[in-house]
């Protein structure tokens, strides 16, 4: 994945969190947390598909099953740190804080990400194709299990 595709990954998440950040209304919250949806999944996706391009066989395993860690103990870990910004402000700066972060990501990824993707295994950009491969996955009985059953 190049470095300004993840960077870009994260733009919803920040805006999110910026968004929210001087809301007191339930409508823009749930509009922005809607947003961020969009910036965690990318950056889930994202992880596993730079894993997929650069490494093969046990070691791809052991990546991906640190990456799967990651992202199991980050959900636990996150209203700790939370609540030490809580100690210090009020839940707005909790969205401050989040944007900083998110701020931070799109630098890293912007400096120090790179195309993982070989470039022979590299196909253009077609909304149409992508168009085509999103009916074709809400139309699989499979697919639309998984997305009804977690909602």
């Known amino acids: ?9 994260s733009l919803p998440s920040m805006s999110w969190a910026a968004f929210s950040a001087p809301s007191p209304r339930r409508l823009n919250g749930s509009l922005s947390r809607f947003i961020q949806g969009f910036g965690v999944s ?19 395993i052991r990546i991906l099953t640190l990456i799967n860690l990651i992202l199991t103990v980050t959900p636990a870990v996150a209203p700790t740190l939370g609540s030490i910004v809580l100690l210090f402000g009020t839940w707005h700066q909790l969205f401050i804080v989040m944007a900083g972060f998110g701020l931070a990501i799109l630098a ?13 295994s590299r196909q253009p950009f077609n909304p149409a194709v992508i168009a085509r491969n999103y009916r074709r996955l809400l139309a699989s009985r499979i697919s639309s299990f998984h997305l009804f059953s977690w909602a």
Not at 1 to 9: D, F, I, W
């Open 42 to 60: 990318a950056g889930v996706a994202l992880s596993r598909a730079m894993v997929r391009d650069q490494f093969t066989g046990s070691e791809a």
């Open 1 to 9: 994945m190049a470095g300004g595709a993840s960077a870009l990954s």
């Open 108 to 120: 890293l990824l912007g400096l120090g990400a790179r195309e993982t993707l070989p470039i022979t």
